[in-house]
C-alpha cells in the first residue's frame, strides 16, 4: 500500500453519496491531513435513497449532494464529481467506464479508491449491485481504459491525456491485504456520516455498528486493542 508521503492525489470513485464515509471516511481523513489532495466521484445522486414517501425523486437527489459535499468538507475534501447516473440501475458499461476514465485523466491519482466488485457473502450490505457494478466499471477504467488513448477517442478530443494509476484500493473487498488505523480520527468519520441525515433512521445504533466493524477489522488485522481501523484489498495497477 502506497503511503501518504507517496501520494499527491488520490481518487475516490462510489455508487452512492454516503458510501464512502461508510467505509472509508477516517481514511479520508487521515490522508488529507497529511496534505493528500482528495477527489470524490459519485455515480449517483442517491436518489432512490431514503425512505420518506413525500420527499420527490429530484428533491432526494439535490438533499443527498449537499449532504454529500457537508460530509466530504468535514474529512478534507472538497473537489466532487457528480456523474448522475440512475440509482439502482448502475450498469458497467461503455458509458459509465468512460465517464469515470473522463474523471481519472482529469485528476490524475496515484490511486483509485473504489468499491469491490466482488460480492462479499458475510457482509451482503456491502454488495450492493450499483456497488458491484460501480467497482467494476472503476476497474475497467484503471485498466486498460484511462491509460490507452485509443480508447474513448472522444476524451483525447476533449483534451484529456491518457493516466494511469499506481494503485486500487478496494473497499469491502472479501479479502483485506492492508488497512489504515484511523483511531485519531474517528470522530471526524462520525460527524461525516451524520452529514447523511436523510438516510439514518437510527443515527445512535448506526454509530455503534460501524464503531464494531472497525475495532473488528483493527483486530483481525494486527493492531492493539482499542484501535479502529478501515480495510482494502490493494491491487498493483501500475
Known amino acids: 500500500m502506497l503511503q501518504p508521503t507517496e501520494i499527491d492525489r488520490l481518487l475516490v470513485v462510489m455508487a452512492h453519496p454516503d458510501d464512502v464515509d461508510f467505509g472509508s471516511a477516517g481514511t479520508m481523513a487521515t490522508l488529507t491531513a497529511l496534505g493528500v489532495h482528495v477527489t470524490y466521484c459519485l455515480v449517483t445522486d442517491g436518489d432512490a435513497g431514503g425512505s420518506d414517501r413525500s420527499i420527490t425523486r429530484t428533491e432526494m437527489a439535490s438533499m443527498r449532494r449537499k449532504e454529500q459535499t457537508a460530509a466530504a468538507a468535514v474529512v478534507g475534501v472538497h473537489d466532487l464529481v457528480f456523474l448522475g447516473h440512475p440509482d439502482g440501475r448502475v450498469v458497467a458499461d461503455l458509458a459509465l467506464r468512460r465517464d469515470i476514465s473522463r474523471v481519472i485523466r482529469q485528476v490524475r491519482p496515484q490511486v483509485v479508491l473504489c468499491q469491490s466488485p466482488d460480492r462479499n457473502l458475510d457482509r451482503i450490505f456491502a454488495s450492493h449491485p450499483d456497488h ?107
Request: hydrophobic letters at 45%; one cysteine or more.
Open 132 to 238: 458491484l457494478a460501480a467497482g467494476e466499471a472503476a476497474l475497467c477504467a484503471v485498466y486498460p481504459d484511462s491509460r490507452n488513448p485509443f480508447a474513448f477517442p472522444e476524451l483525447l478530443e476533449e483534451g484529456h491525456e491518457p493516466w494511469s494509476v499506481g494503485e486500487v484500493w478496494l473497499s469491502a473487498h472479501p479479502a483485506i491485504t492492508d488497512v489504515v488505523d484511523v483511531t485519531e480520527h474517528i470522530e471526524r468519520k462520525f460527524e461525516a456520516l451524520l452529514c447523511h441525515a436523510s438516510q439514518h433512521v437510527d443515527p445512535a445504533g448506526m454509530q455503534v455498528r460501524v464503531r464494531e466493524w472497525m475495532a473488528a477489522t483493527a483486530t483481525a488485522n494486527g493492531l492493539p486493542a482499542g484501535r479502529y481501523a478501515e480495510g482494502y484489498r490493494v491491487v498493483r495497477a501500475g
